[in-house]
DNA sequence: CTGAAAGCGCTTACAG
DNA sequence: CTGAAAGCGCTTACAG
């Protein structure tokens, strides 16, 4: 009894099956019976019971995600964590008829294959990655026409219509990557930000980093050096004259590595016997981790990859059933990793 | 259909009763049916369906929790956080059947009284925090005897027996504030740890923030002065001849405020005139983020108070309707915040 | 436009 | 020791 559609339906005169189709505004109604439950409902504070809901749902609605993300070939692949946390998740909404296939790209052009492949069948929901805008702008316009909810990960850019993001703020990222490094190296110091650039070119989350370190100076209006170095990723990390040169100065040195591979890093510093440096990157990966460890890394900053990837299916499920939004959008913090709270995360 | 119940119960020729008090290990299944029974659920993978357990649950076998915390009148208090987790948590599980009631103590004696008058009504399950060594070993005690899990929150101390704690480790995080400061002052400057003081004593989490700062220093090798101040709250913090000694030498300065109380400080630093000084304190109370905002504090080290009783409760749950004791005990990361990422958390 | 009935998968009180 | 039945609160297909 307490507050369930059938006192409803009581108080109301009404069968429970008018109830609830006042409760999902469904058609069928007149507008009498309609206004006489709705005041009901208010008048007891009536809230829907989503377990039981569900449990009756999960037999008739299925629920079908589509994942359109990176390819997770490579042992340590970082898309291997948002998938980890996109599995669990669906993993845990299993029984409430929640499954989800996975896509994958490795470029513009697949990821385009696969979008359209995706159109093809009948999803109930998308989640993937704007990497490219032209192909992301695409996704979205199908998706809006077809009522599809879309949540990017990882990355935001802006694209033509409002789109839900899970992500960290990057030019945020940058700056607080600017007070760590500057508490370490001051005024005086010759500060780097080294790109390092993969088969899919400079990414956006990296420029963003980039011009937020840049803006924190401005902040504290402090004029200091700052280098950029754009590496293209090959098998070793390439130093040309000018960085040699830059290598040769007495100054302490701040590098600030705008992406998860700033354990490229240290392997260098050692052999061109640069001296004094401080760094900060991104991501605890197991070889990032090893020199944080090594103090050879000083700050990293993570981004929590596989919540990420965990918050999407449980936003998306949560605007699938109860048409609430608010959990499509999600502001990852920028956690700072030291040597001694890195086991913790 | 699928692979419910009823499944398992026409495999294995049996009542869906009898397959019901298998899998709870309920009395009255002979030997070889249970037997038989059990190889089947092996075989078939079969998994309890928990929305529709809890949906028949909830209308049968209410769930009580008792809640023991401090009081919470000022305005400010940081006891209304982990509150405000432990209300959102119990809302959440309402319609499964959750209920929690709140007791208040101010000090030993009433968290005494209180918790006797929590065992004289039938609770399932007890939340506190081990303020009291000898009150909270008795709290154990007759908590075990009866059958009834506890969860503390906010702090760890040694029990007399195995318990469960939702807190961050406080030795850790007074090392990450040592290498924090450590990276603004170096090796040569002064470094302060302020104990601020309450009616209740020096609490346990200080005590290990502090041993944990002077460790940092210890496995970096380095000797630094370390002095540390133990002022016991007033309305007014007050200087001794000996303290202002300190202030007035040349050195940087190092603040290590080990509770949430380090926006006392920087009014403190001003009157005296105190140079340049850096600190680091506990909490994202509205006065520290001002004093963070201003650049008067550096760092703040948050343990997410709301998140505690949050897990408290949802860990109570998974543990009293699936005897799953994993989410009872969980370690608060040190979460580093600087201004730049303080509006995320 | 509205109601009565069946059923989601599980749990338990009752009967044998 | 075991089974048949009722019911948790909601949703829908069917009948009128």
New interface residues.
């Given amino acids: 009894m307490s507050t369930g559609i059938k006192q409803i339906a009581k108080l109301a005169n009404v069968s429970i099956g008018t109830v609830d189709r006042v409760l999902h505004k469904r058609a069928g109604v007149s507008k009498s019976t309609e206004k006489r439950v709705l005041k009901i409902i208010k008048e007891t504070g009536y ?1 829907r ?4 809901s ?2 009756k749902l ?1 037999s008739i609605k299925k629920i079908y995600y589509a994942i359109l993300i990176p390819v997770t070939k490579h042992k340590w692949n970082y898309w291997k964590l948002p998938k980890k946390g996109i599995t669990k998740a669906v993993e845990e909404l299993k ?2 008829g929640v499954t989800a296939d996975f896509y994958e790209f490795s470029d513009a052009s697949s990821f385009i294959d696969q979008s359209k492949a995706i159109f093809k069948k009948a999803y109930d929901a998308i989640v993937t990655v704007p990497f490219f805008r032209e192909a992301s702008n695409d996704v979205l316009k199908k998706a809006k026409a077809k009522k599809i909810p879309v949540v990017f990960l990882d990355t935001e850019i802006a694209l033509n219509e409002a789109a839900h993001f899970i992500r960290q ?1 990057s030019h ?2 940058g ?2 990557a600017g ?2 490094l500057h ?2 190296v001051g005024n005086t110091g010759d500060y780097f930000v080294v790109n390092i650039i993969n088969e899919k070119g400079i990414h956006a989350n990296n420029i963003q980093r980039e011009n937020g370190f840049k803006a ?1 100076f401005k902040t504290i209006n402090e004029t200091v050096s700052i280098q950029t170095i754009n590496y293209i990723l090959n098998d070793e990390f390439k130093v040309t004259g000018e960085m040699e040169n830059w290598f040769k100065s007495d100054n302490t040195k701040g590098i600030f590595v705008t992406n998860s591979k700033s354990h490229l890093l240290p392997k260098i510093l050692q052999q061109y016997n640069v001296g004094k440096t401080f760094m900060v990157g991104f991501d605890l990966n197991k070889r990032n981790l090893k020199f944080l460890k090594n103090d050879e890394i ?1 700050f990293l900053i993570n981004q929590q990859p596989e919540y990420q990837g965990y918050a999407a299916i449980k936003g998306l499920f949560q605007f699938l059933t109860k048409g609430d939004t608010s959990a499509l959008t999600v ?6 990793i ?4 890195s086991g ?2």
Same sequence: chains 1, 2.
Avoid: C, Q, S, W
């Fill in positions: 809230i019971n989503t377990t039981a569900r449990l999960a029984e409430l703020n945020i990222a700056m607080v007070r760590l508490g370490l924190y000083d502001n990852i913090p920028v956690e700072i030291v040597k001694e709270n913790m995360f």
